[in-house]
């Protein structure tokens, strides 16, 4: 099966150091200037060099899978970079984060399959080409309603033969909707606090408290939309928590702490417009908001935990 990626950050580099390793037909597609750059300083995933094929747009023809790692204000760059690789057969997979990548996909390539798709569990980390995991997690991908076909059950096939935990799934609205509350609560106040996994993994914890109260604003918003999120859904995310290295960071840490801007409107300004048209109140994640929108002006930040 032929595999391409888009987005080699922490998670496109984690993902795709097992799809290199186990020999698949595989390749980032990338602009000639950033495949210059990566050809001159190699990707490095826990202490091994990545030496990944790169495909320029022009260069491609429709494959089987193409998976979409780029942060949310990269995603229209990434579909003019992709194109060319989509096609009847080519399932369009999103690790993004947030509950609307998949429609834009869907709206962008008619023509191909676009599951519902998240990635949890992952904990790489991104210093310049160098990227370290304890956990890549686990891909968790299904058709929005209905059974999945023989196209995302071969795709099925193909992680576990790479080595990437997957699930394929029915329930992948719901399954979506809590990776929205995961990243709502933990991915925001750990940016704000500049603090890694450990400052939420013990009960009682300022950070873990204001994770909460943030992700609790998600259920309620997420009730008005149809989807009903529980507290069975919190435990199991605070199980997937307490595995994650103590001491590596979300992606949106990563970004605040290098000043760089954040996914705060796929986040907090996402659970805000809903608050606002179903009339419930989200104090936590429009205080959240505020703070995030004012870090980029601020520059890197060197403190850590």
């Not at 496109?12 to 698949?24: E, I, N, P, Q, V």
């Not at 037909?25 to 001159?40: E, G, K, L, P, S």
């Not at 990269?74 to 080519?90: H, N, Y």
């Not at 891909?139 to 209905?146: L, R, S, Y």
Request: charged share 20%.
């Amino acid at each position: 099966m032929r595999v391409r990626l888009v987005g080699l950050g922490a998670v496109g580099a984690g993902y795709g150091s097992r799809f290199l390793a186990a020999g698949t037909d595989f390749a980032v597609i990338t602009d000639a200037a950033r495949a210059q750059r990566y050809q001159a300083e190699p990707t490095v995933v826990n202490g091994h060099r990545q030496d990944f094929a790169f495909r320029l747009p022009s260069e491609d023809q429709p494959v089987e899978l193409v998976l979409i790692a780029v942060k949310a204000d990269a995603l229209s760059e990434a579909i003019e970079l992709v194109g060319g690789c989509v096609g009847p057969e080519t399932v369009v997979l999103s690790l993004l984060n947030g509950i609307d990548s998949e429609n834009i996909l869907k709206r962008a390539f008619p023509q191909a399959e676009v599951p519902l798709a998240l990635s949890v569990g992952i904990d790489a980390v991104r210093d310049g080409r160098q990227v370290r995991y304890n956990s890549l997690g686990r891909i968790v991908f299904g058709p929005a309603d209905g059974e999945a076909g023989a196209g995302l059950a071969a795709i099925a096939d193909l992680f576990a033969e790479v080595g990437i935990a997957a699930q394929l799934r029915t329930d992948m609205v719901h399954q979506l909707w809590w990776k929205f509350m995961i990243n709502v609560g933990v991915n925001q106040v750990s940016a704000v606090l500049g603090a890694p996994y450990r400052a939420f993994q013990s009960p009682g914890s300022p950070a873990r408290e204001a994770m909460l109260a943030a992700q609790a604003e998600v259920i309620a918003v997420a009730a008005a939309e149809g989807v009903r999120l529980t507290e069975v859904d919190v435990a199991n995310w605070l199980e997937v928590l307490s595995a994650l290295g103590p001491d590596n960071y979300t992606s949106m840490a990563q970004d605040a702490l290098a000043g760089r801007a954040t996914e705060v409107d796929i986040f907090a300004g996402r659970v805000c417009e809903l608050g606002l048209a179903h009339a419930i109140p989200t104090p936590v994640n429009a205080l959240l908001r505020q703070l995030l929108v004012a870090q980029p002006a601020v520059g890197p930040r060197t403190f850590g935990p």
